[in-house]
């Protein structure tokens, strides 16, 4: 029997206490728990920042959060987990981007800690304490990283991108006080 190493331990950490958090946000998107306002208001919200159409920008957002991050925690198909969760991280610092980085001040820092660690733990691996290394890594093969993270970060750039036409348009022909 092989000893666990520091490692193990590590990345087992890694994984619940960021997929915990990824899941607990997700739930509040797809059922209101949590003080979150299920698909409803997140759709609303997601509408409201040019996320559209919301409720499937909502559903999107929330699946891959509480999918993701439960995924990450349990360490089962780790490349594709972490790659959504990213991904909805993504999304949520172009949303946070114009406040800064600090999220004191409504900035990125939070979504984009989420999202950089999630995808490490897609690179990395889920350690030896997880389903995938049960399961003989059948679905956490190398090539699966790279595929994984290529598709989310495409899909992340087209959903932020259409997002940010969105926002200009909505902003062509509002001019500014001249004079304040």
Avoid at 133 to 158: E, F, K, N, Q, S
């Amino acid at each position: 029997m092989t000893c666990i190493d520091r490692r193990d331990l590590g990345l087992l950490l890694l994984r619940l206490g960021t997929g915990g958090v990824l899941a607990a946000h997700g739930s509040q998107k797809l059922f209101g728990w949590f003080g979150g306002g299920g698909i409803e208001g997140t759709g609303q919200f997601m509408d409201s920042i040019g996320y559209a159409p919301g409720k499937v920008s909502a559903t999107a957002a929330g699946v891959a959060e509480l999918g993701g991050g439960l995924l990450l925690a349990l360490g089962l198909a780790t490349p594709a987990a972490g790659a959504a969760a990213a991904g909805a991280m993504a999304g949520a610092s172009a949303v946070h981007a114009p406040n800064g980085f600090f999220n004191q001040e409504g900035g990125f820092e939070y979504a984009a800690s989420l999202g950089l660690t999630a995808a490490g733990l897609a690179v990395a691996g889920p350690g030896r304490l997880s389903l995938d290394h049960l399961l003989g890594h059948a679905v956490d093969r190398g090539w699966m990283v790279p595929a994984a993270l290529g598709v989310t970060a495409a899909v992340a750039a087209v959903a932020v991108g259409a997002r940010g036409r969105r926002l200009r348009r909505a902003r062509e022909g509002q001019q500014g006080a001249l004079f304040e």
